[in-house]
Structures are given as C-alpha cells and as structure tokens.
C-alpha cells in the first residue's frame, strides 16, 4: 500500500473512544480514517440520513459494521478485524470513497454507498485470495490489449463491454463477431492452452492475441509495473468510466495491494494468429478425461500470422 492513513493517527487511550481524521474534501458525504482504543483500523461515515432506512447493510467478511448515532449525527463504522488485510481494507475504503464522488444527494450518496458494499462482500466471499504471479501476467496481457487495441479503434464504454474475462466467459474478449484469446508467454516461443474450449467459438472468428512478457527490474529501461498499465488505462477511460473498469478489475480478482509493486516487466513483442483450420488445437477429448492442458509450439503457426487491421474491418 503505497499510502497509510492510519499511520498519524494516535490509538486514543480512554476505552470505547476513537480517534478519527477526514478522509476527503470532496465527497458530500463525510468519511474518516480513525483508530479505537484497542489500535483497530475504522472507516467512518457521519450523515444526516438513517443508514438503516435506506436497506439492509451487508456483512463483510474479516470487516465488521457497526451502526451508531451521535446527537442528530448518524455513523457507519467498518472496523477491520484482522491487521493482515489492511491492504485490502484500504482498497475497500478508496473505493467508497472514489465511487461516491461528485454525488450531489446525500440519500444517492448511501445507496451507491451500500451497493459498493454489496459488491465486497461478494467479492470477500469468493475471491479473498492474492492472484499468482501466472495470473497477474495473464491480466497484464488483458489490460495491454485493451490499451494499445481496443481503446484506439473502439468507444470506451464498448471497449469495456468486450472485456469478457472478469465474466469468467470462455475467450477473454467478444468483439461482436469475433472471440479473442489473450496468452502471454516469456521468450519460449510457446503458449500453454489450460481447456480445449479456449481455441473454439460459436461466434464467426476466433483470434489469438500473443504478448511477449518478460521479468525485469526497476532499472530497466521500459519496464514497469501493473499499476503503471492500469494508470494508463484509467487516464485513457476518464472520470465517466472509472467506476465501470475498476469493477471490472475486482470481478477479476485484482485489488491493489502492495504485493504487486515488486513485479516489473517488459514487453518485447505482441502478435495475432488467426485460429482456423489446421491451427494446432484439440476438438474431441474422450469423456475419461475432465482436464486437458497442452502446449502449442508458435514456430509451427507462422502462417496462422495477421496483421492488427481485422479489428476496424471485422466488425459489422
């Protein structure tokens, strides 16, 4: 995490007290980062509003919600239970706070807030785990796609659409008529194909979308991190489509954690094959078999080679 704001703030000593500073100018709503008496992590949000007349709160997991009112002053208080999750307790609060911003009605303000808090506690639920380092470079090569391809010959809002991935959908990407699957790979020229179902669509075409990802540091010239890929990316969406793809980046499984700041990479190269007949891949597998894994050798697909011009030209 690469800001703490807990980190000032002094465990009060008188018990069933807290200590507590504003977490943001720039929300109608008013939030705090405080600490109570036993040195637990809060996020607190004072309103004028009922909190238990707009709906029913969810329950987090390892976060606890407590409601409470001082005078004509109503409070939400989220209290983190477990220190090892304050990475994620951090990520939690940055985006109520960043998803209720610009909200000019105090009464929308909550709703969005507890729908946020929706999204949590399924997502605390199924997906609680860190992404391996496998994992965390398939994204890099989603998210790369989406910027250097789909953002440049697509609107932002239909871009997004096409992000099939965090839908657990079979191919990565839905372009309309085509499906595209994204592989990274380090210099092996290789891709590893985890089902048979990933080389085969219903829709008209099917594209394999190959990015060269190698490991760096931080001295290397063009390295860098994710977070650097998804700066870019939500430079590139703007304010109108923030929210939606950092949704998509938590239906994925990413939240951003410290964790990831010590993976660099670099790119060397980013390729399409069309995927038609004779492109090396499985059509039938015998029932006896319930997981099939197999790698497929790039040095036998040249002639499977396209150039980038079918996504402005394959769509209608």
Known sequence: MKTNPWGKIKT????????AVLASKESLLEFYWGKD???NLLFILHTN?????????PKLNGIKITLGQIESTYQLILTLTSKDDKDIFHTLCMDLLDSTKGIDDENVAIGILLKRLEKWQYFLKHSRNLIDIKQLKGLIGELFFIKKYL?????????????KAPLQ???????????????????????????????FTTLDKL?????TLTDATQKDKDSFTIYDLIKEIREMVGLEYLDKFNHLLLL?????????????????????????DGFPRISEVPQSIENLTYRVNLDACKDFLVEEDFLTYGEG
């Open 12 to 19: 009060p000593n008188t018990e069933l007290n807290m200590n």
């Open 37 to 39: 008496s036993f040195g």
């Open 49 to 57: 509003l009922d909190v238990k007349n707009n709906k029913k709160i």
């Open 151 to 163: 953002l440049k010959n697509f609107e932002v809002d239909e871009a997004l659409n096409f992000w």
């Open 169 to 199: 959908s079979v191919q990565d990407f839905e372009l309309n008529n085509m499906a595209i699957e994204v592989k990274t790979k380090s210099s092996m020229n290789a891709i590893t194909i985890s089902s048979c179902e990933q080389l």
């Open 207 to 211: 594209y394999l979308f190959v990015l």
């Open 252 to 276: 994925y499984g990413f939240l951003e954690l410290s964790e990831y700041e010590e993976f660099y990479f670099k790119i060397s190269t980013d390729e399409f094959y069309e995927v038609i």
